[in-house]
């Protein structure tokens, strides 16, 4: 028996269940991930000589076309219906390149990722590999100041620790606990500062 025959027979089993007013569906598990290309050029001269920024879709449309790359030209590599599917990162205004995200629509064997990693497409300043864009568990959190978005090394800021939020570092505070005094650790969050529950 097929996947989308096993489906259809699951949805109508559990439209049944539920008592479902409407024939339920059941569809393919999709992945969406982002696949980039980096130093692709993001805006060009008018005929004044002024920066014009280029819209990411058509700067990628026009290296597909131009490439022939079988993983987008087949059909394989589909985009999600969003604004953003298609983007730059982050630069600064008066770059001349950046960063091209792609969120890709992708089954769940990832075979469309398979097909893009590693390919090149031709773009305007040269040809670009396509690289999987690594997406971080969790945000980077200072293991010094226990804030978010750098990390310890780079860090200027007077230490926190990460158990009680007092003015020093997270390895120094059992020690400072066990002193005797007037002094109460008690669990605190860096960023709020309130007690936890």
């Known amino acids: 028996m097929t996947w989308d025959a096993q489906a259809t027979v699951l949805a109508d089993q559990l439209g049944r269940l539920l008592s479902a007013p409407t024939p339920l569906r059941a569809s393919r598990y999709v992945n969406r991930v982002s696949v980039l290309y980096h130093h692709v050029e993001c805006s060009a ?19 597909v076309h131009r490439s022939g790359d079988t993983a987008w030209s087949d059909g394989r590599a589909s985009l999600p219906d969003t604004t953003t599917s298609v983007r730059w990162g982050p630069h600064a205004a008066d770059a001349t390149t950046a960063t091209l995200f792609v969120d890709v629509v992708d089954d769940e064997d990832f075979k469309t990722l398979r097909a893009l ?6 773009f305007d300043i040269g040809p670009r590999a396509c690289t999987l864009a690594r997406v971080p568990d969790r945000p980077l959190q200072c293991s010094n100041c226990q804030q978010y978005g750098h990390a310890a090394v780079r860090c200027r800021a007077a230490p926190a620790c990460g158990f ?11 020690a400072l606990a066990k002193r005797p005094g007037p002094t109460v650790h008690v669990a605190k969050c860096v960023g709020c500062a309130a007690g936890l529950p």
Do not use: K, Y
Request: contains cysteine; proline residues 8%; aromatic residues 2%.
């Open 45 to 63: 001269l008018d005929d004044a000589g002024a920066p014009v920024a280029l819209s990411p879709f058509d700067v990628l449309r026009d290296a």
């Open 117 to 122: 990693n590693g390919s090149r497409l031709l």
């Open 164 to 174: 009680c939020a007092g003015p020093h570092h997270t390895h120094h505070h059992e």
